[in-house]
């Protein structure tokens, strides 16, 4: 009973940590790596060295790498990245309320026209980087998988 409660802790918390792995202020992979030794240790066993260093590399690899990875993409760009996705948030979040407000096609058009020509100047400067962003994203959840499988793996073996 102990093994499967065990089990689930570090299947929710591994679970955790590849959801975090979308976002860029929190360090996902950690997570995992922390669920890996509650599911080894928790089950009396000891965690192999070239496991360890296995996790601990590909762990590594994603959180500085996706920092390089986004210097690297966004970096040509004369818009920060935090402005872009604030700005196209906060246009989304007012097409919501004047919509609520004002009804769907009164409220859309009105938004349109008074806001929505504000980002068009820039709005192809602002997808490029956001699709930029999402790249370095779905780097840091591949990663995140890839760990997930290895423990998997790993523990389908050893039991």
Request: charged residues 10%.
């Amino acid at each position: 009973m102990i093994t499967l409660l065990v089990n689930f802790a570090a299947a929710v918390i591994m679970a955790a940590g590849t959801v975090l792995t979308l976002f860029p202020r929190f360090h996902g992979n950690l997570f995992i790596l922390a669920g890996a030794f509650i599911a080894i240790n928790g089950n009396g066993k000891i965690i192999p060295p070239y496991l360890l260093l296995e996790l601990t590399i590909l762990a590594a690899a994603a959180e500085i790498g996706s920092v390089c990875l986004r210097w690297f993409l966004t970096k040509d760009y004369d818009l920060a990245p935090s402005i872009c996705i604030n700005s196209v948030v906060g246009h989304i979040a007012g097409l919501v309320i004047t919509g609520a407000i004002l009804g769907l096609v009164s409220g859309t058009i009105l938004w349109e026209i008074f806001v929505g020509k504000t980002l068009l100047p820039r709005f192809d400067v602002m997808t490029k980087v956001m699709v930029r962003l999402a790249m370095v994203a779905a780097f840091r959840w591949v990663c995140g998988w890839l760990m997930v499988l290895i423990i998997f793996r790993y523990l389908a073996t050893v039991q």
